[in-house]
């Protein structure tokens, strides 16, 4: 190859790269740059092009670079696939605020690289001001952990189904444990990530409520000091595997505790929070605005919950 033809390659690739970053190409500074005029520039720009209209065959991303008048220079426009719209964008960032799930500095990071990546070009300045007196007021949570890190270890020793061994701190003592676990599943339920996990040792489960429990044990992933992913692979047969979204349906506040069926009446004006609240609830009878419900709830959370609701729920049947 000439060196021509090697500088011309090298030139295009670094001015594809650039516009794959979000940057901004003015031709008079590339022409600098690279000491030839701005015709060819414009003629590598023209080349880019035709490459993209090519590539989105195999892709199926019409991306294409454009002149942004405003900014006086080209940028790339990612195809709409690649994108999210106005409402969408926004309404990711207030599911995420209102979540309180990270700490405040992982919080702003999540939310600037997602509206730079996700978001139209145009929108960007708005939805920015849109969130950014509610990250102003982002109240972090207690712990103040970074644990995304942790999060995503679990996540591959579940996929590969591999024993962690984990150094806990209990909240009712402060105490930390060791725990060797069989990792099932990462759920998320009022404001915390948490891990289900199986526990063999018999001493550790003798404590428990009910030591043969079919159901995991819950943990905080925010209280996990140490993780270690075992070498040690496990072995749970597909008929007994962790089914993680009807587990979801019947924890309520992520509290360990047996199965139980609740039936109770509900004199309150508004019974579909109710089921949406309890994934699992039927309405058995309604009789002058008072339902019969019946629900099938894992754990001692769902003790807190019925508490909460005052003279609304009366009535309770649990077995």
């Known amino acids: 190859m000439s060196d021509f033809k090697r500088d011309k390659a090298r030139r295009v690739l670094e001015i594809y790269t650039k516009l794959l970053n979000g940057k901004l190409i003015h031709k008079q500074e590339e022409a600098l740059k690279y000491g030839i005029d701005e ?3 414009q003629r590598d720009i023209d080349d880019i092009r035709r490459f993209l209209e090519t590539d989105v065959g195999y892709t ?10 405003a900014a006086k220079g080209y940028r790339m426009e990612q195809g709409s696939r690649l994108k999210l719209s106005n ?9 995420l605020l209102d979540s309180r799930a990270f700490p405040k500095a992982e919080m702003s990071d999540l939310l600037g690289r997602l509206v730079s990546c996700c978001t139209p070009h145009d929108s960007q300045k708005l939805v920015r001001e849109l969130i950014g007196n509610e990250m102003l007021h982002y109240i972090e949570l207690q712990h103040r952990t970074p644990f995304l890190d ?7 020793a579940i996929r590969n189904s591999r024993y962690i061994e984990i150094e806990y701190g209990k909240i009712k003592d402060r105490e930390i444990v060791k725990r060797k676990v069989q990792p099932v599943a990462i759920l998320f339920s009022e404001y915390y990530f948490y891990l289900t996990a199986f526990i063999e040792d018999e001493e550790i489960r003798k404590g428990f409520e009910v030591m043969d429990d079919v159901f995991p044990t819950i943990y905080r992933i925010d209280r996990i000091k140490k993780l270690k992913v ?5 072995c749970i047969p597909y008929s007994s595997r962790f089914e ?4 979801r349906k019947r924890v309520q506040f992520m509290y360990g ?3 139980q069926r609740l039936r109770f009446k509900y004199r309150g004006q508004n019974v579909e929070a109710i089921l949406d609240r309890l994934p699992t609830a039927k309405i058995l009878d309604e009789e002058d605005g008072v339902y019969t419900i019946s629900a099938e709830v894992f ?3 769902i003790d807190m919950w019925l508490r909460s609701q005052g003279d609304s729920i009366t009535e309770i049947v649990k077995k």
Do not use: N
């Not at 409402?87 to 599911?95: D, N, P, T």
């Not at 075992?230 to 496990?234: I, Q, Y």
């Open 230 to 234: 075992s070498e040690e692979h496990f």
């Open 150 to 156: 942790t999060m995503w270890e679990i996540a591959q």
């Open 60 to 69: 199926g991303y019409p991306d294409t670079v454009i002149y942004d008048r």
């Open 39 to 41: 015709k060819s520039i």
């Open 244 to 247: 993680e979204g009807e587990f």
């Open 257 to 259: 505790g047996r199965l």
């Open 87 to 95: 409402s969408e964008i926004l309404a990711l960032c207030k599911i």
């Open 299 to 301: 754990g001692k959370g």
